[in-house]
């Protein structure tokens, strides 16, 4: 057999497992979708969900789901961003640098599970919290931080080192250098991670099962003290995702129609993270094009 022929037969295997692996993704999403999504209305997507009767919706999961993935990011992107900048910029090749990136690259690999049990017993029960956002949110910012660190030093990383030397020629210090020129030709790629990120932590159920709860209080939209538990702004309340509802109405079996509701509930969970997916590439592809033309 010769090396080109060889060739051809490894390529065309390569071919057979991608096209497999596609084939098996899409079968899939379109199982879900194709049952879920004759059960989305309006009403769905906004009344609040019912235990023991038929009828229910997803409006307060959802909202506690969009809110507490805000909260993740606020706490979580700083802190990518100055460990991203650290690494990229400032930290020289040695025993530490290297002991940073390889925690980072175990902090990646950790089941949420792990990271559920950690928030439960550091969050809810050592600092006092309870079930509650702000136990969520902390949990997910240790979930999501390694990735995010990751994306951000790339980003940085793949910015031409003449762009640097062009700064720093213009009399421009190291840190004006790369607030203003490195991080901002950075941004798409940045961007582009967060969003990506974002759909990672919508989908996410086993870290918040420990820490934000499997119960979705009432919301008084009218009320916006954030001391209050009933206040949806509130980060001292307990709250149910869309991913952890749909965990706890299979598990349950409390919902007359669980099975339209958790088929409804998982199209739209399907939807948004790939509506992010989606946003991420548009997002990147179109402040690329925006900065390579100006």
Request: hydrophobic content about 50%; cysteine-free.
């Amino acid at each position: 057999m010769n090396a080109k022929r060889s060739d051809k037969i490894a390529t065309g295997v390569l071919y057979a497992v991608s096209g497999t692996i596609v084939l098996i993704l899409a079968a899939l999403l379109l199982y879900i979708l194709v049952r879920g999504v004759p059960h989305i209305s309006w009403e769905f997507l906004t009344a609040p969900s019912k235990a023991y009767q038929e009828g229910g919706g997803i409006g307060i999961q959802l909202f506690n789901s969009f809110y507490l993935l805000l909260i993740t990011m606020i706490i979580s992107f700083p802190i990518s961003l100055g460990a991203g900048i650290y690494l990229s910029e400032y930290a020289k090749k040695n025993w530490l640098t290297d002991v940073i990136r390889t925690s980072i690259e175990i902090l990646s690999s950790l089941p949420s599970v792990v990271v559920g049990l950690f928030g439960f017993l550091v969050f809810v029960i050592q600092f006092g919290y309870g079930f509650s956002i702000i136990s969520g949110a902390l949990a997910l910012t240790f979930f999501n931080l390694p990735l995010l660190t990751r994306n951000v030093e790339e980003s940085l990383r793949a910015i031409h080192y003449t762009q640097r030397e062009a700064g720093l020629a213009l009399g421009l210090s190291r840190w004006e250098t790369v607030l203003r020129i490195v991080v901002p030709e950075a941004t798409p790629g940045i961007l582009t991670g967060i969003i990506l990120s974002s759909g990672r932590i919508f989908g996410e159920a086993a870290a918040l099962i420990y820490t934000a709860g499997q119960s979705a209080p009432a919301l008084d939209f009218s009320n916006w003290n954030p001391l209050s538990v009933s206040s949806p702004i509130s980060i001292f309340r307990q709250a149910e995702t869309l991913a952890v509802h749909i965990w706890k109405i299979n598990t349950e079996g409390t919902m007359p129609d669980g099975a339209a509701v958790s088929a409804g509930a998982s199209a739209v969970l399907i939807i948004a993270v790939l509506l992010f997916n989606f946003a991420a590439r548009a997002v990147g592809k179109r402040l690329y094009k925006k900065m390579t033309s100006a």
